[in-house]
Every structure is written in C-alpha cells, then in structure tokens.
C-alpha cells in the first residue's frame, strides 16, 4: 500500500550535464554511468537519455568555450531532490556542471467526437446559417467567364501582355528573312 502511494507521489525531473569537452567516448559514457547510478541510490526511475552532444557554450566555464551537453528523464520522489543536488556538486570529475529541473508531463487529450466530412459541414451550415467559425476555402476552377468577370489586376494584366507578345513561328522566319536578305 505505502509502495503504491510512494509511486505516485513520484514527479517526473530532467537532469542536464556538461562534460569537460577534453573526455574521450569511454570517459563520457562513464560519467553518464555516474549520473545514473547516483539517481538510482536515490530511488529515481530512469525513464529516457539524449545523447551527450558537443555544444558551443554561451560563456567560457573553468576557461573552456565548449562542452558535451546531454540530459536524463527520471521519475523520482521530490523530498530526494535536495540529496542528489548535493551528491551532484560534491561528484568530480568530467562533470563541469548539472542542471535538474522539474517537468511536467504532457498529458495526451483524447478527442471523443466524431470527425465530420466536408458535405456534412456544408449539410450543417445550409440547416442552421452558421460556418461553427470554420471557414473553408475551396479553389474554383478558373473558367474564361469567371476570368472575365473579375476585376482587373497587376497580375492579370501582365499574363494579358504576356499572351499578347507571343510570337509565332511564321512572324521569327519573316523576321529571320529581312534581316538575312539585307546582308
């Protein structure tokens, strides 16, 4: 009973680590070994790792200007917080610095409303004489009526001139004889 309780007083926590950029593979994968087995004496339930990273930092930290940046999800009780904080500054080595936040998790919002199709909208909005604030904007077919009817613009204009300045085959051969019969 006291373990269920326990479990749900659980919070979900991220802790973010610098490594001395210096490290090789194996030497971070040891710090992240420490990272995890410190939260693990504290009871934390590792939930997901990202990957230590190399990343430019902001400002120069014990005169290093980059560092392998990487973070860990874990469930842990909150009153357990403070000790690891603790555990954290004391630990040395490859850690330049922690960072432990809480997170909240992100809930999943499940729809139990049917989705509708176009035509039942359209059904809808004949029925009642509302759009429900949806606004649907369907493209119509440009037909030479319809272009006809809208007004004129920059655009139209130029596709006119455009149509206008076409030149066809017979009118560059008649061009293409002037000037050849003038040399």
Known sequence: MEEKQAAQNKRLYELYALLNPQQDDASIERAREELVKILERHNAN??????????????PMNKVTTAYGGSISFWMQPDQVESVEEELKVSEGAILR???????????????????????????????????????????????????????????????????????LEDIDRKLDEIMGDL
Do not use: C
């Open 98 to 168: 922690t960072l432990l936040s809480k997170n909240e998790p992100k809930a999943i919002k499940v729809s139990t409303r049917k989705p509708r199709t176009l035509h039942e909208k359209a059904v809808k909005e004949e029925a009642t004489g509302s759009a429900e604030g949806i606004l649907i904007a369907v493209p119509k077919e440009e037909t030479p009526a319809t272009a006809a009817a809208q007004p004129e613009t920059k655009e139209r204009s130029k596709e006119k001139d455009q149509d206008d300045q076409k030149v066809t």
């Open 46 to 59: 590792i939930e997901r790792f990202s990957p230590f990273t190399k990343t430019n930092l902001a400002y």
